[in-house]
């Protein structure tokens, strides 16, 4: 099961430049393993207009 709220959090995060907790790098799509939540945060990110940084 895919939480929206993850979802959400992670693509502000990528589109924000924010930095990935485990990496202490910026957060980039292909940081995320699970392909239900790549897919996810893609889905959100085209769904909301945003544009990567």
Do not use: C, L, W
């Amino acid at each position: 099961m895919i939480n929206e709220v993850v979802v959400r959090i992670i693509a502000e995060r990528i589109t924000n430049g924010g930095i990935n907790p485990k990496t202490r790098e910026v957060f980039k799509i292909d940081d995320i393993k699970h392909s239900g939540y790549n897919t996810a945060i893609k889905n959100y990110i085209i769904e909301h207009g945003q544009a990567i940084r």
